[in-house]
T-cell receptor, first 110, second 113 residues
Framework: GIQVEQSPPDLILQEGANSTLRCNFS?????LQWFHQNPWGQLINLFY???GTKQNGRLSATTVATERYSLLYISSSQTTDSGVYFC????????????FGQGTTLQVKP | DTGVSQDPRHKITKRGQNVTFRCDPI?????LYWYRQTLGQGPEFLTY????????KSRLLSDRFSAERPKGSFSTLEIQRTEQGDSAMYLC???????????FGQGTRLTVV
């Protein structure tokens, strides 16, 4: 089945810094989503981005489907950005479910 | 739109007991998914429904696990004869039919003692 790899696994930033999180996937995909898992465990939708670029405030995401990767940019990071970020994909040959990466744990220090 | 709702939020049970979790999807969504997440890992797929039909089950879903969605609305996930290894966060998600955006509930955290 499709493999999803995220990097880096852990990231520590000072408040105000920018960061880039990466998601690589091993096969063509029909869908890609970025989530932020809050401290209580809920997955919050950030982006639904099978291709192209989207922006939402200080966050933006780019998916280059032909090269099998997606990037999540966080600018001017705040302590509330801390948590785990997941990307998840529907593979083109496996449309029944989202396959998740292992996540990037972000800690933003004041 | 009240989002995906899961109940209970937390469950502590003794090894060997049966537990049942409920998920109410977003009302117009006909796909419903169950995932399990252990500490430090990404969510792992368990099963999904389209309307009342269970279309796929993971090998993770042993015969102690059963899921139902009898009327194509809410779903239940039952674990029989719980084991300590079943301790995890159980997440439910829903989406419209096809490859569309999925939305997750708050999860049910199970602790087996």
């Amino acid at each position: 089945g499709i493999q999803v790899e995220q990097s880096p696994p852990d990231l520590i930033l000072q408040e105000g810094a920018n960061s880039t999180l990466r998601c690589n996937f091993s096969d063509s995909v029909n869908n890609l989503q970025w989530f932020h898992q809050n401290p209580w465990g809920q997955l919050i939708n950030l982006f639904y981005i099978p291709s192209g670029t989207k922006q939402n405030g200080r966050l933006s995401a780019t998916t280059v489907a032909t090269e099998r990767y997606s990037l999540l940019y966080i600018s001017s990071s705040q302590t509330t950005d801390s948590g785990v970020y997941f990307c998840a994909v529907f593979g083109s040959s496996n449309t029944g479910k989202l396959i998740f990466g292992q996540g990037t744990t972000l800690q933003v220090k004041p | 739109d009240t989002g995906v709702s899961q109940d209970p939020r937390h469950k502590i049970t003794k090894r060997g007991q049966n537990v049942t979790f409920r998920c109410d999807p977003i009302s117009e969504h006909n796909r419903l998914y169950w995932y399990r997440q252990t500490l430090g890992q990404g969510p792992e797929f368990l099963t999904y429904f389209q309307n009342e039909a269970q279309l796929e089950k993971s090998r993770l879903l042993s015969d102690r696990f059963s899921a139902e969605r009898p009327k194509g609305s809410f779903s239940t996930l039952e674990i029989q004869r719980t084991e300590q290894g079943d301790s995890a966060m159980y997440l439910c998600a829903s989406s419209r039919e096809g490859v569309t955006e999925a939305f997750f509930g708050q999860g049910t955290r199970l602790t087996v003692v």
